[in-house]
């Protein structure tokens, strides 16, 4: 709209000046306006202004190797309240939401193997973000929806479980009987990654308030930490695997845990690499998966679901209207499971 406002006002009489300017604004604009005129929309929350405010779109068209998921629920995570921070205001990235569950609507060109009616859950990606009725995505960021979730349970895979899986699996290979301490095991990633670590044989020990202690113990944890009681590194000792989803000031708490050689992951913040050197430990971060498919790792997180051994918990599910208070839940740091919005179905 503000390129057309532009060419329309622009200083210059000459028309053969303003005409392709205008020409590229109309080409960009329509999509939307033809989507308008035929009515189809949907309600998204929108990033504007730097807050999120519900909004009538347009409905995405699926393209080659995409489906439209008519989305039922959307998983929040920190990410979503960080990336409103690092691209600012107006534009960057209109609809938030990494994480989604809902059913295929529509299927693109070229696209085999998925129908319109089957429930899946996603990985999405902003701007074309899940919190909206309908989101696009390519068929390699999708799965089918475990059969023993709900879509609200099930939308509060994809971010958590995808970076569980890379730290403990990817990153840290852990094998049968190794001793796998989760810091912040109650939360999101920290759920999967209990879950994920205990599916691989390890032993695993979590730290939380007593709060989760009867949760944790329920997904598996052998151990639990009250990280309230006093510093949880003076409890726990020989271990392999640290995962650290807490802080840095944490991760470096947690290589006293460490045996020699043993790896310290971490998701949060820059860990000093002299510090790791120092400790004769390893450390290593996942990493932006770079826009590596999901699909393989949605794939196995659904399989471990559908045999009883991965489950979510949601400690809140808010409507999308409610998007700013899930996010005000979330910045607190002390969700149990996902905190989820639940989104209605265009009438
Ligand atoms: N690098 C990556 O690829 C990547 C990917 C995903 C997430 N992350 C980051 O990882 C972090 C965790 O994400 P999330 O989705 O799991 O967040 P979350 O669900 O909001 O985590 C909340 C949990 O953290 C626990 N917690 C808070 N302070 C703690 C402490 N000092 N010791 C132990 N547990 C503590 C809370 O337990 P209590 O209630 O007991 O305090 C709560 O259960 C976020 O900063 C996120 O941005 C990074």
């Avoid at 998204?44 to 439209?68: F, H, I, K, N």
């Avoid at 790896?263 to 820059?270: D, H, R, S």
Wanted: net charge positive; glycine share 10%; with cysteine.
């Amino acid at each position: 709209m503000r390129l057309l406002y532009s060419a329309y006002h622009m200083r210059t009489p000459n028309p053969r000046k303003a005409a392709p300017l205008l020409a590229f604004g109309l080409a960009l604009l329509a999509p939307s306006l033809a989507a308008l005129a035929a009515g189809s929309t949907m309600s998204a929350m929108v990033v504007s202004g730097g807050r999120l405010t519900m909004q009538t779109v347009p409905m995405p068209e699926p393209g080659a190797g995409e489906v439209r998921i008519a989305i039922r629920a959307a998983g929040v995570n920190p990410a979503d309240w960080k990336m409103l921070r690092m691209t600012g205001p107006a534009g960057a990235a209109p609809i938030l939401g990494l994480d989604a569950s809902g059913i295929i609507d529509a299927v693109g060109p070229s696209v085999s193997g998925w129908r319109r009616g089957e429930a899946v859950i996603a990985l999405t990606r902003p701007p074309h973000g899940s919190y909206a009725q309908y989101a696009v995505v390519p068929v390699d960021f999708i799965a089918r929806k475990p059969r023993t979730l709900t879509f609200e349970q099930a939308a509060g895979i994809p971010v958590a479980a995808i970076t569980a899986w890379r730290s403990l699996i990817d990153v840290a290979h852990v094998t049968r009987g190794q001793r796998v301490l989760i810091d912040g095991g109650a939360g999101g990633v920290g759920s999967a990654a209990v879950q994920i670590a205990k599916s691989r044989g390890a032993y695993v020990i979590a730290t939380a308030s007593a709060r989760h202690f009867r949760f944790l113990r329920s997904i598996g944890a052998d151990e639990v930490i009250d990280y309230t009681t006093g510093p949880f590194e003076q409890k726990v000792k020989d271990v392999d695997v640290v995962v650290d989803t807490v802080s840095v000031e944490d991760g470096i708490r947690a290589m006293r845990t460490l045996k020699p050689g043993g790896m310290l992951v971490w998701l949060v913040g820059q860990v000093p690499a002299d510090r790791c050197a120092a400790a004769r430990i390893r450390c290593a971060k996942p990493g932006s998966s770079g826009g590596q498919p999901a699909t393989p790792y949605l794939d196995q997180v659904v399989a471990l679901a559908n045999a009883g051994r991965y489950r979510v918990s949601v400690e809140h599910a808010l409507p999308l209207s409610d998007a700013a208070e899930a996010w005000r839940l979330s910045k607190q740091g002390h969700t149990r499971g996902k905190l989820i919005l639940r989104i209605a179905a265009r009438p």
